[in-house]
């Protein structure tokens, strides 16, 4: 499979159209290729989604388990899904995390980039009403930039901290520091109140859903003086604030709440970069 992508349909609009359809549990196998073709086909702005094939296969009492080969933009995608009868409702769900219903969103996991500056590769995400980011913490060796408490390791596991300066100029060609309004779009289409939660990376690696891929880790911070701290409980990038005459703009994310906070600082700090792509 060449890519991926998570699609976002209500679970309630799910049923209430599989139903007018007049799927029963009986003949649900026969019948559920037809009502979910019709439900994927649908347009996300820049992208055009219909589901070209469904296959099921019953593995238990009232589940099912199968493929669906879905085309974006004339492209096939190949997604495991998994089927259930719940008493008078159908509800879909996902095997490998590879499909979700979310909130009217599509969020695609693209090819990898690879910087040709030093050869690695970083795992993409396009989030359709917002950018293309990238899914990793850059790590881009450079002046003023730093591994946490200064152990390498933690530069392959969390990405490099940079000083805003350096970070302004640190993302490769093709690609830039993410704008205030980049921040700001991300944290409304990801839930508000919750987006934190919604783009912190799951379980071993932090304590999010991850709902989008962003993947988003508690790489820490390397302060003005020296001092590190926060690696495991707090996450901190740095933005280009546009229109607060050059003061080093940053957003941030914690174990401990839900929201994605902002604030302008020192533009010595040391945090992480997520780099973006029109």
Known sequence: ??????CVFTGLLLTFFLYSCGINKSDMEQNVEQSFQQKMDADYGEYRMEA???TLIKTGKNAYDGMVTVMINGDAYEVAISVKADNSSLLWETKSGALNFLNDILAISVDPFVDSRDGQ?????????NKTWMAQNLNFKIVDSWCYGNNESNCEKYGRLYDWNTAMK????GWRLPTRKDWNNLVNIAGGNVAGTKLKSKEPYWNGTDKFGFSALPGGARWR?????????????????ED????????GMGSDYDDMGEAWGSNSDGFSVRCVQD
């Open 170 to 173: 640190v993302c490769p060609e």
């Open 225 to 241: 003086n020296g001092n590190f701290s926060h690696v495991g409980n707090n996450g901190l990038w740095w933005g280009d604030p």
């Open 1 to 6: 499979m060449r890519n991926r992508f998570l």
């Open 52 to 54: 070209k094939k469904v």
């Open 121 to 129: 590769r970083y795992r993409v995400v396009k989030i359709i009403g």
């Open 244 to 251: 607060r005459n050059g003061i080093a703009y940053r957003r």
